[in-house]
């Protein structure tokens, strides 16, 4: 069975995924859509600690529990379903690239509803912590790369310039309808990367198996 890989970029209550694969050397597009993370499009709960900011502090807690417990639980049922899709077309979905914003750490709950910067970071790291989780729930490696150095560790790892790798996953998109926007680029870059790192990915762990 042929191997693949899915790339998330994600945004307050949603995420850009692309699965790909390597045919003679070259990749290719086998998945993508725009998964929801929340159970309501709306500002409640895309920003959820920006909601939890005007409640009490009981009240915070448990609404920005309950929309975590709801990402990761559609977050893991959407890469299931990709799971299980592409198997059926004879591949596996063996490994994930996650892209990171700035990667600096959180404090504690009540110091970051103190703080609006930490807020904004809080509400992205929640969606992307439950991707993580359902990915690895799913038995996947998961490579975490931060955004900014993404084309970069592209270029290093296939041996090419970071305008050269621009411009592959450009075309790639290309024989594929609208969307294929930086999201889509960008996840299916990670995806790519992530294929290449095989056993080397970082941050890895294998624990079981969606079905």
């Given at each position: 069975?042929?191997?693949?890989?899915?790339?998330?970029?994600?945004?307050s209550?949603?995420s850009?995924?692309?699965?790909?694969?390597?045919e003679?050397?070259?990749?290719?597009?086998?998945?993508?859509?725009?998964?929801p993370?929340?159970e309501?499009f709306?500002?409640?709960?895309?920003?959820?600690?920006?909601?939890?900011?005007?409640?009490?502090?009981?009240?915070?807690r448990?609404?920005?529990?309950?929309?975590?417990a709801t990402?990761?639980?559609?977050?893991?049922?959407?890469?299931g379903?990709?799971?299980?899709?592409?198997e059926?077309?004879?591949y596996?979905?063996s490994?994930?690239?996650?892209?990171l914003?700035?990667?600096?750490p959180?404090?504690?709950?009540?110091?970051?509803?103190?703080?609006?910067?930490?807020i904004?970071?809080?509400?992205g790291?929640?969606?992307?912590?439950?991707?993580?989780?359902?990915?690895?729930?799913?038995g996947?490696?998961?490579?975490?790369?931060?955004?900014k150095?993404?084309?970069?560790?592209?270029?290093h790892?296939?041996?090419?310039?970071?305008?050269?790798v621009?411009?592959?996953?450009?075309?790639?998109?290309?024989?594929?309808?609208?969307?294929w926007?930086?999201?889509?680029?960008?996840?299916?870059?990670?995806?790519?990367?992530?294929?290449?790192?095989g056993?080397?990915?970082?941050?890895?762990?294998?624990?079981?198996?969606?079905?």
């Open positions: 069975m042929k191997q693949a890989a899915v790339g998330f970029r994600v945004h209550g949603w850009a995924v692309v699965a790909v694969c390597v003679d050397g070259a990749p290719a597009v086998l998945h993508r859509e725009r998964v993370l929340v309501k709306t500002y409640r709960f895309r920003q959820p600690y920006h909601t939890a900011k005007r409640m009490s502090p009981a009240e915070a448990e609404f920005v529990s309950r929309v975590q990402a990761r639980d559609m977050a893991y049922g959407a890469i379903k990709l799971g299980l899709d592409l059926q077309r004879g596996k979905l490994s994930g690239a996650l892209l914003a700035s990667g600096r959180l404090p504690e709950f009540e110091k970051i509803l103190a703080s609006h910067a930490m904004h970071t809080a509400d790291e929640l969606f992307r912590e439950a991707l993580t989780r359902a990915s690895v729930r799913c996947l490696q998961v490579l975490s790369v931060k955004e150095e993404l084309t970069g560790e592209a270029a790892s296939f041996g090419l310039t970071e305008v050269a621009l411009k592959r996953i450009t075309e790639l998109g290309r024989p594929l309808r609208a969307p926007a930086q999201d889509e680029k960008y996840a299916a870059l990670g995806a790519w990367l992530a294929l290449s790192a056993s080397g990915c970082r941050k890895r762990t294998q624990t079981g198996k969606c079905g």
